[in-house]
C-alpha cells in the first residue's frame, strides 16, 4: 500500500511539474478566452424577460340582477360562469388564432434586424428600422416561405439590396432615391423611410424577412408562455424572452386585448342569434295576441256587453284556482312545442336553442346547455380555415344529443298533456254543476283563457329578452389585469458570470490540457510518417 501512495504521489508532483513547465500554454489559452469571452458579451445582443398576470372575470357583479328562473336560458345560451374553465380558456389565449391575429395587429410578419460587424451584431428594430417595406395585404396570407431582404443604404442615402426567395432565384437591385418599388415575380415590394432614418448612423446593414401569418404566427406561440396557476384559481401568467423588451411589452398586451375581442364576438354572436330568434316570437306572439283581443272585442260587441268580468267573477268563483292551474298547464305545454318547433326545424339544425324549461325540468335544461356548448364548439372549430375529422365526430355527437333532447322533450310534453286532461276533466265536473251559468258567460270564459293564455307567453318572452340583455353586457374586459408587462431585472443572457466561469474552464484547464497531452501524440504521428 505503501508503493502505491508513494506512486500516487509522484504521478501527481509529475503532472504539477508538467503544468509549470508550460505554465505559458495555460496563460495563453486563458488570456485569448477571456478575450474571446469579453468580445461575446460585447456584441451579444441581451436578451430580457417579460411577464404579465391577469385573471378570468366571471360577471359575478350582474347575477344579482337576473332571476333564478332564468338560469337555465343562461346557461343553455352560453352566458352563465359553468361553461368557463380556465384551462379551457388558457388553451384558447394561447391558440393560433388568437396569436395569429396578434401578429397581424402588430405586422410581426415583417422582422427588421440591424447587422454589425460582418453580421457578429444583430440587433432586432421591431417598429425602430429606419427603413420600411410594404406589398399587397393579401401576400402574408398565401406566401409559402420566406423573402429575406438585405438592404445596405451607404453614407449618401443610395441602396443596394438583395433578395432571396428560397432556392430559386436571387436578385440583386440599385435603389437611388427612396421611397422605391422593387418588382419581383410573386409580388411588388415598396421601400419607405421612417422617421428614424434621420437618427440613423449612415452607412448601415439591414436584413428584413417578410414572412406568412400562419409561420410566425407559430414561432410566437413558442415565445409566449402562458399558463394557469392552479385549475381552481382564475389566475394566469403570461410570459415571453426577447431582445427587445418594447416588442415583448406589446406582445403580452396585445395577446390579452385580443383575447377580451374574440370573447366579446362570440357573446355578441350568441346574443345576437338568440335575440333575433326571440324577436320572431314575439312578432308572431304579439299578433295571436291581438286576435285573441279583437275576438273578445266582436263578442262584447255582438251581445251589447260591458261589465261581464264582475258577473263572471261572482259565478266563477269556486273554479277560479283550477283555471289558473289549467292556464299555467297550456302555457308550459306550448313552450315545449315552440322548442319542439324549433329542434326540429332542418334550418336551426346547428342553431343555439335560445329558451330554458327550468320550471318544468331542471335536468332538461342542464341537457339544453351542454348541447348548446358542443354548438358553441362547432362555431369556434368551423372558424379554422384547414377543415379536420375534428368536425365529423363533433357532428355525430351533436346529433345524438339532439335525439336524446327530444326524447325527453316529447316525454315532458306527453306529461303535460296528460296533466292539462285530467284539469280539463275536472273543468267539465265543476261546469257541469253550475248548470245555471249562461251560454254566453262560457263561451266568454274561452276567449278570455286564450288571451291569458297568450299574454303570459308574451310577457315570458320579454322578460327573457331583457335579462338576456343585461346578461350580455360587456361592462369590464373578459380578462382583468394583476400584473401589467414588466421587464425582469436579471438578463435571460447573456449571463456575465457564467461566460466568464466559461471561458476560465476552456481556457485555464481544458484547452491547455489538451494542448500539452495532444502534442507529443501529434509528433509521434508526424515521425511516423516521416
Known amino acids: 500500500m505503501n508503493t502505491e501512495n508513494k506512486s500516487e504521489k509522484e504521478q501527481i508532483i509529475a503532472f504539477l511539474l508538467l503544468c509549470l513547465r508550460n505554465w505559458y500554454v495555460f496563460l ?40 333564478k328562473q332564468s338560469g337555465g336560458l343562461l346557461n343553455a345560451i352560453g352566458l352563465s360562469r359553468g361553461t368557463e374553465n380556465i384551462e379551457d380558456e388558457t388553451i384558447k389565449m394561447s391558440s393560433q388564432g388568437n396569436i395569429k391575429q396578434v401578429v397581424k395587429t402588430l405586422d410581426l410578419n415583417k ?17 425602430h428600422s429606419p427603413v420600411l417595406i410594404n406589398t399587397h395585404p393579401t401576400l402574408a396570407d398565401t406566401l409559402m416561405g420566406i423573402i429575406e431582404f438585405k438592404l445596405h443604404v451607404d453614407k449618401d442615402g443610395r441602396g443596394k439590396l ?18 422605391a418599388t422593387v418588382s419581383l415575380p410573386i409580388a411588388d415590394f415598396s421601400f419607405s423611410l421612417s422617421p428614424e432614418y434621420a ?14 401569418y400562419d409561420y410566425i404566427a407559430q414561432i ?27 416588442l415583448s411589452k406589446q406582445l403580452l398586451w396585445t395577446t390579452i386585448d385580443s383575447y377580451n375581442k374574440n370573447w366579446d364576438a362570440d357573446k355578441e354572436y350568441v346574443y345576437t342569434n338568440t335575440v333575433n330568434y326571440m324577436n320572431q316570437r314575439l312578432a308572431e306572439n304579439l299578433l295571436m295576441l291581438s286576435e285573441a ?16 268580468e264582475a258577473d263572471i267573477t261572482y259565478s266563477y268563483t269556486v273554479n277560479a284556482e283550477l283555471q289558473a292551474k289549467l292556464i299555467e298547464a297550456e302555457t308550459q305545454s306550448k313552450l315545449v312545442d315552440i322548442i319542439l318547433d324549433y329542434i326540429n326545424d332542418e334550418n336551426n339544425q346547428y342553431a343555439l336553442i335560445p329558451f330554458s324549461i327550468t320550471t318544468l325540468d331542471p335536468s332538461i335544461a342542464d341537457v339544453i346547455g351542454k348541447y348548446n356548448q358542443e354548438l358553441l364548439k362547432r362555431v369556434e372549430l368551423s372558424k379554422s380555415t384547414i377543415q379536420t375529422s375534428a368536425m365529423t365526430l363533433l357532428d355525430e355527437h351533436i346529433g345524438i344529443q339532439r335525439k336524446n333532447l327530444l326524447q325527453s322533450l316529447n316525454n315532458i310534453k306527453k306529461g303535460m298533456q296528460t296533466s292539462v286532461a285530467e284539469l280539463r276533466k275536472k273543468e267539465k265536473e265543476l261546469d257541469a254543476r253550475i248548470s245555471n251559468v ?93
Not at 41 to 65: C, I, M, N
Not at 199 to 212: A, E, G, M, Q, R
Not at 293 to 308: A, H, P
Open 438 to 530: 249562461p251560454s254566453i258567460e262560457q263561451e266568454y270564459i274561452g276567449l278570455k283563457r286564450e288571451q291569458a293564455l297568450q299574454q303570459s307567453i308574451y310577457i315570458f318572452l320579454l322578460e327573457k329578452k331583457e335579462e338576456l340583455g343585461i346578461r350580455s353586457v360587456s361592462l369590464v374586459p373578459k380578462l382583468k389585469v394583476i400584473n401589467e408587462p414588466f421587464v425582469v431585472n436579471e438578463l435571460v443572457s447573456p449571463k456575465l458570470l457564467k461566460t466568464l466561469l466559461t471561458a476560465l474552464f476552456f481556457g485555464g484547464v481544458v484547452i491547455p490540457l489538451a494542448w500539452i497531452y495532444g502534442m507529443p501524440y501529434i509528433r509521434t504521428i508526424r515521425r511516423k510518417e516521416e
Open 199 to 212: 437618427v440613423c448612423k449612415k452607412p448601415f446593414d439591414i436584413k428584413i424577412l417578410y414572412t406568412n
Open 293 to 308: 283581443d279583437r275576438k273578445i272585442q266582436q263578442f262584447k260587441d255582438r251581445n251589447n256587453l260591458t261589465d261581464i
Open 162 to 179: 438583395k433578395v432571396k426567395y428560397g432556392d430559386f432565384y436571387k436578385n440583386r437591385f440599385t435603389i437611388d432615391v427612396f421611397p
Open 220 to 246: 410566437y406561440r413558442d415565445l409566449i408562455e402562458i399558463d394557469f396557476h392552479k385549475k381552481n384559481s382564475d389566475m394566469i401568467s403570461l410570459v415571453t424572452q426577447s431582445p427587445n423588451p418594447d
Open 28 to 67: 495563453i489559452s486563458g488570456v485569448i478566452c477571456l478575450a474571446l469571452a469579453v468580445v461575446y458579451l460585447k456584441v451579444k445582443t441581451p436578451v430580457y424577460q417579460v411577464e404579465s398576470s391577469v385573471a378570468l372575470r366571471h360577471d359575478e357583479s350582474l347575477t344579482g340582477s337576473v332571476s
Open 111 to 127: 422582422i427588421y434586424t440591424l447587422v454589425k460587424c460582418w453580421g457578429l451584431s444583430k440587433t432586432p428594430l421591431y417598429d
